[in-house]
Each structure stands twice: as C-alpha cells, then as structure tokens.
C-alpha cells in the first residue's frame, strides 16, 4: 500500500484553502470517499488532518488521492490560461496549483491519469523504458508510451493499441537506423522477424535452458500483442464477437510490450558499444 507522500499533502494543504471556502473543502473530501467526519479546524488545517486520516484508514490512499484531485487536474484548458491584470500576464491559481500538485508526485514516480486515477509508476521495466527513451529524442515513441499509461482506466482498448504501437516504432525505428530491408509486410510480426534477426534473438543459440526458455515466452508476447490489438483494442473495428477488455487486461499487455521493448532497446545499444 503507497501512501498519499508528505509533500502532496503540503501542496494540497497549502493551496486547497485558497480555492476552496469550507463547505468545498467538505464536499470534495466525501466526494473521494475521505473517512470520518470533516475536522473542526482551519481550512489548512482541515485538509492536512483529513489527508493524514486517509493514510492512516484507508486501504488505498492514493485511489482516494485521485478522486480528490480529479477536478483540479482536469480542468479545461481556458481556465489554465494566465489572466491579465494592468498589462501584466498573471498565472491563473488553479493553473499554478496544477502544475505544483503535478511536480510533487513526480518525486515519488506517481502521475495523475484521467479520471481520477494515481499510477504509482507502473512495473519496473516501465520506469526503466521511460528513462531510456527519454534520452532518445524519439517523439513517436514517447507519445506511444504515454498514450498507453493514460489510457489503461479511461480507454483500455485505446492502451493496447498504443502499447502495440510502441513495439511497431521501435522496430520501424531499429530497422531505418540500421539501414536494413524494409519488410513488405510492415505489421508487427513482419517487422519483428527483421528485428530478431538482426540482434541475434534465437533462443536455439543460446545455452542456458532457462534462459532459452524466457526468450521463448516473452517472443511469444509480439503474437499475443500483435492479435491481442487485432481482435480486441481500438485499432480496428469489432465483429459479432465483443472482447469486454478491462484495465488489468490492458495492464497486461501495456507490461509485456514494456519488457519486450526494454529488452530490444538494450541489447542495441550493447551492440553498438561493441
């Protein structure tokens, strides 16, 4: 269980008071499903004692943090403009209160996704994804990763594609910069055989039997991943057959095509370093 951190509390506790009267502070509190009843105190105070509750009692503190900040964080893109008072461009406070509540979760790898959802950072290998091609300068793949993460609650269907996608660019990508044969076929299988045998993934060649037993499993994910958005996601029109696809499937796939990716993009650059 992750915790509401200290300095979202403060931001929270700092800012709420002066966008909200008490009644507001109240309403979204039990909007969110906060515990207990409001606290008999300053505004400022009110909000950092409730906020301390709900790390204190609730079994998922930050599922609640999502609900109370929902309105804050979605608010429409001409109440985040600056407002001009005598000639001067003055930030709006709901903007500046955005902006502050956004940078404190990132210290502790959380995000706000739409619809009131916290991500926590996802798995591991997503992190590790993040960073690595954050120093590639590459838009389409950045894009891709970020469409999947924000889109596992609101629009599952909409993550698979984009963690599909994700694997489709980094391929397409590998393949230009390597001056290889564009396949005929540029689906993600067509592509992908390029790819593997270019860096040398064929499980036959490698020794160890669990670790030719791994790379057997996670080359099966492209197949899984590629029908998965074929059958299931938003890339294509649904037949008679409705595949009903929760967050978790979406999760699901968006980790397999994380691990995946990490793994190609690794091996890469070792082979360049050799």
């Known amino acids: 269980m992750k915790k509401i951190p200290s300095p979202v509390i403060a931001v929270l506790s700092e800012n709420l008071p002066q966008l909200c009267s008490h009644a507001e502070i109240n309403n ?12 008999e105190e300053t505004k400022s105070v009110k909000t950092q004692a409730w906020l301390k509750r709900i790390n204190d009692h609730c079994d998922q503190p930050l599922e609640v943090l999502g609900r109370l900040i929902e309105s804050f964080m979605e608010i429409p893109d ?11 461009d003055i930030e709006s406070q709901s903007a500046t209160f955005k902006k502050k509540l956004t940078a404190s979760l990132e210290r502790y790898n959380l995000r706000y996704l739409q619809g009131g959802y916290i991500s926590d950072g996802s798995t591991a290998p997503s992190r590790s994804l993040s960073a690595l091609i954050k120093g590639r300068n590459v838009p389409a793949i950045e894009a891709e990763f970020n469409r999947s993460l924000e ?20 391929f397409k990508i590998y393949i230009e910069d390597e001056g290889l044969e564009t ?30 037993r791994i790379l057997s499993g996670i080359f099966s994910v492209v197949d899984g991943i590629g029908a998965f958005r074929t059958h299931a ?7 008679r057959k409705l595949y009903t696809i929760k967050p978790r499937h979406a999760r699901l796939a968006i980790h397999s095509a994380h691990t995946l990716a990490l793994f190609v993009l690794e091996t890469w650059d070792e082979k360049k370093q050799r």
């Open 151 to 170: 889109n596992v609650h609101s629009e599952p269907r909409e993550a698979v594609s984009a963690a599909c996608n994700i694997l489709e660019s980094i």
């Open 183 to 212: 396949p005929t076929k540029q689906d993600l299988q067509g592509l992908w055989k390029v790819v593997k045998n270019e860096l040398g993934f064929d499980p036959q060649r490698i020794e160890d039997d669990d670790l030719r």
């Open 28 to 39: 979204l509190f039990m909007h969110a499903d906060a515990p207990g009843e409001p606290p």
């Open 233 to 239: 996601s938003s890339a294509h029109g649904q037949g």
């Open 78 to 88: 001409h109440v985040e403009e600056s407002v001009s008072l005598f000639g001067v």
